[in-house]
């Protein structure tokens, strides 16, 4: 067995194992910043869609919450990535890079959320049909879900 055979079963890296993984990460890098540019564009397009065609403010919001789950989503890859150590469950289970409980709390707070998905549109679909502002619905809609899976999270978090 030569020196080199040794070391890379005793899990030593070598230097061509490091370039590849270097390799890999700056691939992935790209990739994501790929995926982050055309998910941007894809906003900004519905977006200034949505202001132009859809009714009341609807554009603007839109806009506003998506430029809002942005930051949050790049605060959370840069805390992942400069303090991992301190990055919490939720930031570990969303960007899978927690361990088999965190994907567990998320897994049960999404079966939360799409429980109670059912009952929360049918309580919207019938404002709708009793006449209440559609838009006024749907917003409320999106904010109930985002409190139950939220607290959801929050709940099932606390008792693991």
Do not use: C
Not at 107 to 134: D, I
Request: no cysteine; hydrophobic share 50%.
């Amino acid at each position: 067995m030569s020196t080199e055979d040794r070391s890379t079963t005793e899990g030593h890296h070598t230097t061509d194992d490091r370039s590849t993984t270097e390799g890999r990460s700056t691939l992935r890098k790209l990739a994501v910043g790929g995926i982050l540019l055309a998910v941007v564009a894809l906003i900004v397009t519905v977006g200034l869609l949505l202001r132009e065609h859809a009714p009341g403010n609807m554009g603007v919001g839109f806009l506003q919450g998506a430029a809002v789950g942005l930051l949050a989503l790049l605060l959370m890859v840069w805390r992942l990535s400069k303090r991992p150590d301190r990055a919490t469950t939720f930031e570990r289970a969303w960007s899978q890079t927690g361990d088999e409980r965190d994907d567990a709390i998320l897994t049960r707070a999404l079966a939360v959320l799409g429980l109670a998905a059912f009952p929360l549109t049918s309580v919207a679909a019938v404002a709708v049909a009793l006449g209440v502002e559609p838009s006024m619905v749907f917003a409320l809609l999106l904010f109930a879900e985002i409190v139950v899976g939220g607290v959801a999270f929050v709940v099932i978090n606390r008792r693991n």
